[in-house]
């Protein structure tokens, strides 16, 4: 019985020493600032979420996760490969392929920068905030981007904890975005 | 200048004093590229300079003069040029880890180009890289920082770093992290007075996973270069059947992946040199990018920096890993520690560190 005790404490200390949360904010996200906020879950998940960003005052633009990303919906790996591949005839389909893929990985950051000025632009959109949302005894985390000067200012993980709600995690991590 | 000349001894301490002897270098000719044939005598002088340099480390040393002795057995002679095959048949006869050769190009200035080929053997890599010194007044500090050069970028961290990172740079930064952990990263960063760019940081999932990561470790910039020669004399062997009897499907097809190679293979570098280009102007970061890969149990990780001003690759450095052990009991995470340690380098040059060189010359059985 001691031993499964032990046991047990041993592993409930490891497991907390591995999910340390982290933030560093370099400026907050000013209240009333037009924000996207990208989350990728159900609709009526996404509802709450949204509705948490107005109550706090923020100017929030609809955008979908699945309308930029991910680079597997628009390039299919298998593509690069068969791409490659088949002028393996002729070359090394692999340095090609290694070549093709780094490339598109360069083309697909670059285009997806591309979209983000787009978006300051025409939908007038300031930040970009990007969130994760976890259960108990995983890493909720989130991230804020300045669309003016293309640069990260806010980086958090957060530790779910067995009580949060919801709403509890994400009005967490609004104030933690807003203030310094 | 203290905080250098510390992290300088840090360098020299993760190092280490041993060195392998049965490790051998061999130096070709530099050729010399102006139509001046007074430089000519420097076909040779910079070589066995670099050798000299290099005496006193505990590795084996071929001049040119050595490797036509060996070769004149053979009824053969040493080139000034080689093809990617030529220089794995040339190592194996001459029986060396790294062959080194390169070319000059003075200028009325007083300047001179160099650029310096490092094959390595046993891995089948070749490094490139150029800088440029003064011929009259500085060949002596030149020689020195060219043999340290080599030295380090033949060694096991394959390291090559020809600039200094300043304070508050902005990075983008492509890495294998999942989110969580590339949040651990960037604060780290951040913490650090750095700038992190759009890139990837504006994705909620990963796409660089660990396997294509690793297709960054060969990269290729407009100056220095480390590119796996694993397709040898791969020109010779491009083959389009062509001619009257090509229906238009088959021609079409034929110009299709006429096009493909010459974009993807051949005119790689510029396609890359444009992608960045773009890449730069779109996130708005004239500084760094920054690709880091770290290994599944994130206790090492290799990086390539290339400067987005000129498109060259500054700064490329494999097994980086914590001076001391990472702490299984510490706050911060393995990418934090790891992080911070790579943060560390910014700082240090070639020519200021040294690591020790690579040896894991195979004595039989070479296979290419």
Known sequence: MKKIIILFTVAALSFCSTQQGVKYLKAPVPSRASVAVIIDCPNDIKNVVMAEFLKKGFNVKAVNASDIYTLGEVFDISDYKKLAYRNSEILSGQKLYENVYKMHIYNFESNKADMLNEMKTKWQVNYLVLLELSDWKKLSWARAIDLNSMELVWVENYPTKYKDSLTDVVTYFIDSMSVK | ?368
């Open chain 2, 1 to 368: 200048m203290l905080k250098n000349l510390i992290l300088t001894v840090i360098i020299f301490f993760t190092a280490g004093d041993i060195f392998c002897s049965d490790v051998t270098f061999a130096f070709g000719y530099f050729k010399n590229n102006s139509k001046n044939k007074s430089y000519d005598y420097l076909e040779k002088v910079f070589s066995n300079s670099i050798v000299s340099s290099l005496a006193e480390k505990e590795i084996t040393l071929l001049r040119p003069a050595d490797i036509e002795n060996k070769l004149k057995n053979k009824n053969d002679k040493l080139l000034y040029e080689f093809s990617e095959k030529e220089l794995a048949e040339l190592s194996e006869i001459i029986e060396c880890d790294y062959f080194m050769y390169g070319n000059f190009t003075p200028f009325d200035n007083d300047d001179v180009k160099i650029v310096i080929n490092i094959y390595n053997y046993n891995t089948n890599e070749l490094f490139t890289f150029e800088t440029l010194g003064k011929l009259e007044t500085e060949i002596f500090s030149l020689v020195d920082f060219l043999s340290t050069v080599i030295f380090n970028a033949a060694g096991e961290k394959v390291f090559f770093k020809n600039e200094v990172i300043p304070e508050s740079s902005k990075f983008s930064i492509i890495s294998n992290l999942e989110p969580t952990e590339l949040n651990e990263m960037y604060s780290v960063f951040m913490d650090k007075n750095f700038s992190i760019s759009v890139v990837q940081s504006n994705d909620l999932y990963n796409a660089t996973g660990s396997d294509e990561m690793e297709f960054f470790y060969n990269i290729i910039s407009s100056k220095n270069s480390l590119k796996k020669l694993k397709d040898a004399d791969l020109k010779k062997e491009v083959n389009f059947i062509y001619g009257s009897w090509n229906n238009e499907s088959e021609t079409n097809l034929i110009k299709e992946q006429n096009s493909i190679i010459n974009f993807y293979y051949y005119d790689y570098p510029v396609s890359k040199q444009n992608a960045l280009k773009s890449l730069s102007q779109n996130t708005k970061n004239k500084d760094y990018l920054l690709l880091i890969f770290f290994n599944p149990s994130r206790t090492k990780a290799f990086v390539r920096c290339i400067d987005f001003k000129t498109g060259n690759l500054i700064w490329m450095e494999r097994n980086i890993e914590p001076v001391k052990e990472l702490k299984k009991e510490s706050k911060s995470s393995k990418v934090t520690q790891l992080t911070t340690e790579i943060i560390k380098h910014f700082q240090i040059t070639s020519n200021k560190s040294e690591t020790k060189p690579d040896a894991t010359k195979k004595k039989t059985g070479k296979n290419k």
